[in-house]
């Protein structure tokens, strides 16, 4: 298992941005809530440059006086090769 991030908070004073990362069945989905009552989201299919584009919101932010405040972060399943042999060798 691996850790994926998949959503980030931003604070700037009373006022919060929050970014997360859905997986969709068409690929990916960045969905922006903040600050107050703004919501918005980016479709991307699979393939695409997703972390690019967050990143460079990520920037804006930081470049208007945000500060990342958390990070969420999921397990995933990273598939093991079927033909690896998983047992224990006796000694």
């Keep these: 298992m691996t850790m994926e991030r998949t959503a980030w908070l931003f ?3 009373e006022e ?3 970014l997360e ?3 969709m069945p068409e690929g990916v989905q960045l969905v922006i ?3 107050g009552e703004a919501s ?3 479709d991307f299919p699979p393939g ?3 972390d690019s584009f967050r990143r460079d919101y990520e920037n804006k932010l930081l470049a208007d006086g945000y500060r ?3 990070v969420a972060e999921r397990r995933v399943d990273v598939k093991q090769d079927p033909t690896a042999d ?3 060798r006796s000694r």
Excluded: C, N
């Design 40 to 42: 918005s989201h980016f």
């Design 48 to 50: 695409t440059a997703v």
């Design 68 to 70: 990342l405040q958390v």
């Design 16 to 18: 919060s941005v929050r």
């Design 86 to 88: 998983r047992r224990r």
């Design 11 to 13: 604070t700037k004073g």
């Design 21 to 23: 990362i859905r997986d």
């Design 33 to 35: 809530e903040g600050p």
